[in-house]
Structures are given as structure tokens and as C-alpha cells.
């Protein structure tokens, strides 16, 4: 098992940037591939990046290439998401998620970001 914590949410104007946290316990993320997922209200859950945890290899939405960076730390066993220069449609709820290419067992509670225009 793997617990996920996120942290690193708040309120940012736009044009703005936020570093989300991810901390794993439990269980290192060892090979697994760690996403970032985001979820507003009215709308469907949507991938926002991920990493594969052994190679390194990042993948991005299209709406969050250039703004955002995923990255790891191995030491700390935790996966950060640098946003910056949020937009208004970036706010939601943002999740962390481990697992596979096509299938994340592991989910954090949330951690929600606004983003005033």
C-alpha cells in the first residue's frame, strides 16, 4: 500500500505560481509512474502530468506545456508539480496518483487551488 499526501494548495492571482507536494509513505514510488490530475467543479477529472519514477520519462497535458514541471526526490520520496503562470482555468482540485501507464491504484485526498483573475 501506498499512502499519498498532497500539499502546497492556496489562492494565487493569476500569473502567479504554486508548488504542489506529493509525499509518499508506506511504500517508495519505486517504479511506479506518478501523475497529477486536477478535477473543477462541473467537470471531469483531467490528467495533468506524470512521471515514470524509474526513467524519468514526464508526459503534460497540452494545456499546462511550458507553465507546469513535474519533478521527484527520491530522498524524500515525494513528486512536486511547479505551476506557474496560472490562469483562472486552472483552479480545481488537484490529485496525485500512482500506479501504471493505464491504471493508477494510489490516490491522495486532494489539495485544492484557486486562482483569481
Known amino acids: 500500500q501506498v499512502q499519498l499526501v498532497e500539499s502546497g494548495g492556496g489562492l494565487v492571482q493569476a500569473g502567479g505560481s504554486l508548488r504542489l507536494s506529493c509525499a509518499a509513505s508506506g511504500r517508495t514510488f519505486s517504479s511506479y509512474r506518478v501523475g497529477w490530475f486536477r478535477q473543477a467543479p462541473g467537470k471531469e477529472r483531467e490528467f495533468v502530468a506524470a512521471v515514470n519514477w524509474g526513467g524519468g520519462q514526464t508526459d503534460y497535458a497540452d494545456s499546462v506545456k511550458g507553465r507546469f514541471t513535474i519533478s521527484g526526490d527520491t530522498a524524500k520520496n515525494t513528486v512536486y508539480l511547479q505551476m506557474n503562470s496560472l490562469k483562472p482555468e486552472d483552479a480545481a482540485v488537484y490529485y496525485c496518483?500512482?500506479?501504471?501507464?493505464?491504471?493508477?491504484?494510489?490516490w491522495g485526498q486532494g489539495t485544492q487551488v484557486t486562482v483569481s483573475s
Open positions: 496518483a500512482a500506479g501504471t501507464y493505464t491504471n493508477y491504484y494510489y
